[in-house]
């Protein structure tokens, strides 16, 4: 055993985070921490990297009991932490980013930035990531930039290192890019401690696991000897089961058309974002689109939204009518609404409470002469809450206090409220629990079977494949196959997005 | 638990308050008490526009020019009126009419701003910035660097009258602070001004025309120091052509002594309006007890340090 807790307990005013938590991770291993969102992993991890040095119990690092006063400490021993909120600076190179507060210098004290930027290509060489170490992490996708972070551990050659939730931003590709890495680790005796919401990418990557729950240790194992369901059971408490559709039958008319559809770049000599896209949604039809990172499916969706009015040419029709949409607000009145894959940055007002931030979308028809119906607002918010199962001491919390899979619900209500016919989500389940999940996908289905028109953006297939109808596969701005959900297998998938 | 911060303010005014009491007899009067209340109304007029601005995450620097550059107009207006000798034209202005020019002027200053920072994405420093040096030379050339004064009795009613026993000013300041704070608490141009501050891009992606209400909050905010510089003007019967200077630095310091970020989205109109009248208390008092000027300007400047460090730390909390 690398590293043990033992009995460890932290409190936020008062109010037990993870309680007499016992848990040990072996060396040289995978160790899966499973657990709902709020389950206490997260927080046990800031203990063991140093981000919160008080706490009750202790931390025994290779037989000796350890405390780390601040992440610096932690580091020096050799426990590295990769969080899942990114932690980089977007106008400084990966090479600035990955050295940062590491920088080599030459022997009068300056930036040696020759050693740094070679230092940085090999990095991004073991990293399977093509990109120029001087490029500004701005111009990264969210993909590239967890890959960045990553190589920041690596870089600091630690012996432990904790991934909380790596894969949830990047595509299949990189996550085989980040299990080899992951193996050629263990090979060279590193210890992981790995938390993710995906068990099926567990079971090819983790040895051991671990289970919390409501701050307490559950249990802990190897992972071969669990099934599926025996997990999830031991993580929520309760068994799960998957609600099955029955495809309808779509004779109707097209909900939405996409002809010739092409997004030019903003930058000149650049290849288009979108290239000559065409397809179409029924209404009550659930279409999920798959793609690596960098496809063009969120751009596509802010194409749709009227996010990008100039650099498009094709036709978009909703209802048979032709759309031009300037702006998002063009887009919503013509029955449109889009969840974004960012909900912290493009989705909620997070210093605003639950109740203004879920009436964004329709305080113009909850005008009462000059002012706010406050009844009106308030009535709405108090369904919202209680039709998506929202957890919130109240109305008036503000939405950074909730856990993720909340604030995504609040996300999909402020839109339900626009009363939308097409709804159009982009990675609708990041960073969110699975009992969260699930309700979220039987929402999905719901809100089909009442007639909407759902388009799914999801890097994770298995979601695509449980979710939609008909599944379109992108890859480089284009559209490179069509599917019926029976005909769908992942290999097939997968196919069509490497080109 | 949440009003504690705004206690907090309330309580630093009344201490502030009972402190000057004990150690000036004169403070405690009803003469100065609306003596501050005069005094202070320009600046609550002007903070309140500021407010606006701070809360959607801008700044605005131009307001001192603003209120120079309208108070001018007003003032020349009312006297001069509008003469093209060689048309053999001229165009005389009523009270009212004098008073609406001002204000338009003000108006379409700030909509200037507005206008560059959202078309030209120029961020709201800059471009207020270059107003206010526009504005301020505008006055200069318009007044040709001279006061322009003697504009009657009639005008001079705003700034020094009485209306119902309450001066006039106090009457203005009164009205705008009401039709605000029902504006940012009550309306969706308010939440909207909020949720742009807090998240610009969930904004955006909610469908709220962002420019718009941009456009609007500086349009405001430059119509507001308008008001001022009438006030200013018919305070002294004489418009300067050097009126306002560093106005602007008194709004802020109102705007975050009251506790709103200027990071944009948290704030009221009820704190600015505390925090002006701290610094007006503050700034009476300092004079009554005959402290220097300098001095008085030392003390502003820590009054505003630890403003913010108690409502960082009271946000710390939250």
């Not at chain 1, 601040?70 to 990769?82: E, L, S, Y």
């Not at chain 2, 502030?16 to 009067?29: A, E, G, P, Q, R």
Request: hydrophobic share 45%; charged share 20%; glycine share 8%.
């Amino acid at each position: 055993m690398i590293l043990q807790v033992q009995n460890i307990t932290k409190r936020f005013s008062g109010v037990a985070a993870l309680e007499n938590v016992n848990l040990a991770f072996a060396k040289g291993k995978v160790t899966a921490v499973l657990g709902e969102n709020g389950a206490g992993k997260s927080t046990l991890m800031k203990i063991l990297s140093g981000v919160y040095p008080d706490y009750e119990g202790q931390i025994i690092y290779k037989n000796q009991s350890v405390h780390f006063a601040n992440t610096k400490d932690a580091q020096n021993v050799g426990i590295a932490i990769i969080h899942q909120e990114l932690n980089l600076i977007p106008y400084l190179s990966i090479q600035e980013n990955i050295f940062l507060g590491r920088e080599l210098t030459n022997s009068w004290g300056v930036l040696d930035k020759k050693a740094m930027l070679a230092k940085t290509s090999e990095l991004l060489n073991t990293l399977k990531l093509s990109l120029n170490p001087e490029t500004l992490v701005a111009d990264l996708k969210i993909g590239q930039q967890q890959i960045i972070e990553i190589a920041k551990a690596l870089l600091l050659d630690s012996e432990v290192i904790i991934m909380d939730e790596p894969t949830s931003a990047i595509s299949d590709s990189e996550v085989e890019v980040l299990f080899s890495i992951i193996n050629d680790l263990l090979n060279a005796g590193k210890s992981i401690i790995y938390i993710s919401h995906k068990l099926d990418e567990l079971r090819k990557i983790a040895h051991n696991y671990v289970i919390l729950r409501d701050g307490k240790s559950i249990d802990s194992g190897e992972l071969k000897d669990m099934t599926h369901d025996e997990l999830i059971a031991k993580m929520v408490g309760r068994e799960i089961k998957m609600m099955q559709r029955n495809v309808p039958d779509f004779s109707e008319n097209n909900l939405l058309k996409v002809e010739n559809l092409s997004l030019k770049s903003t930058q000149k000599n650049k290849d288009s974002i979108l290239k000559d896209i065409n397809f179409h949604l029924k209404k009550g039809e659930i279409l999920g689109i798959c793609g690596l990172m960098g496809a063009g499916r969120t751009e596509l969706f802010e194409t749709l939204f009227g996010l990008h009015p100039q650099n498009i040419e094709g036709k978009i029709s909703i209802n048979g009518s032709d759309c031009k949409f300037k702006k998002p607000s063009d887009a919503i009145n013509a029955g449109l609404a889009f969840v974004t894959e960012d909900r912290k940055h493009e989705g909620l007002v997070l210093g605003m409470s639950v109740r203004e931030n879920l009436s964004i979308t329709t305080l113009k028809d909850l005008q009462k002469g000059f002012f706010v119906d406050e009844k009106a607002e308030v009535n709405l918010t108090a369904d919202y809450i209680k039709t998506l199962n929202i957890k919130t001491s109240s109305q008036e919390q503000f939405v950074k206090n909730l856990s993720g899979g909340n604030q995504q619900k609040i996300v999909i209500a402020k839109w339900l409220a626009t009363k939308p016919q097409i709804l159009l989500l982009d990675e609708p389940t990041r960073g969110v629990d699975i009992g969260a999940k699930n309700e979220i996908y039987k929402t999905i289905v719901q809100l089909a079977d009442e007639g909407l028109g759902i388009i799914v953006v999801s890097s994770e297939l298995p979601e695509i494949m449980l979710l939609a109808d008909r599944i379109l596969v992108m890859a480089e701005g284009k559209i490179t196959a069509e599917m019926r959900k029976e005909e769908a297998t992942e290999d097939k998938i997968l196919k069509a997005a490497i080109i | 638990m949440k009003n504690i911060a705004k206690f907090q303010s309330l309580i630093a005014l009344f201490i502030l308050c009972v402190l000057i009491s004990f150690l000036s007899d004169k403070f405690l009067t009803v003469n100065n008490g609306w003596n501050v209340l005069r005094q202070i109304s320009v600046n609550i007029v002007i903070s309140v526009g500021m407010t606006l601005v701070v809360l959607t995450a801008g700044i605005d620097l131009s307001v001192g020019s603003i209120l120079a550059i309208s108070g001018a107009v007003t003032a020349g207006l009312l006297k001069n009126g509008i003469a093209i000798p060689s048309l053999n034209l001229f165009i005389g202005f009523s009270l009212l009419g004098a008073i609406l020019a001002g204000l338009i002027v003000g108006s379409l200053s700030g909509f200037f701003s507005g206008f560059t920072i959202t078309r030209f994405k120029i961020p709201p420093f800059v471009a207020t910035l270059a107003m206010l040096t526009i504005a301020r030379g505008l006055t200069m050339l318009y007044t040709e660097g001279f006061p322009i004064s003697e504009l009657g009795e009639n005008f001079a009613f705003f700034g020094t009258g009485w209306l119902l026993g309450i001066p006039v000013p106090v009457w203005i300041s009164g009205l705008v602070i009401l039709v605000a704070v029902l504006m940012t608490q009550k309306t969706r141009l308010g939440r909207y001004i909020y949720a742009i501050g807090g998240n610009e891009n969930a904004a955006r992606l909610s469908g709220i025309n962002i420019n718009q209400v941009k456009i609007f909050v500086y349009s405001v905010a430059g119509m507001l120091a308008a008001v001022g510089g009438i006030l200013v003007t018919s305070r002294l019967d004489s418009a300067q052509p050097n009126a306002g200077i560093s106005y602007e630095l008194d709004a802020i310091a109102a705007v975050v002594i009251g506790g709103t970020s200027l990071s944009g989205g948290r704030g009221t109109i009820m704190g600015t309006v505390l925090g002006a009248v701290i610094i007006g208390v503050l700034n009476n008092g300092l004079v009554l007890l005959d402290v220097s000027p300098f001095w008085q300007q030392v003390v502003k400047g820590l009054v505003i340090l630890v403003a913010v460090i108690i409502d960082k730390q009271n946000s710390k909390q939250d």
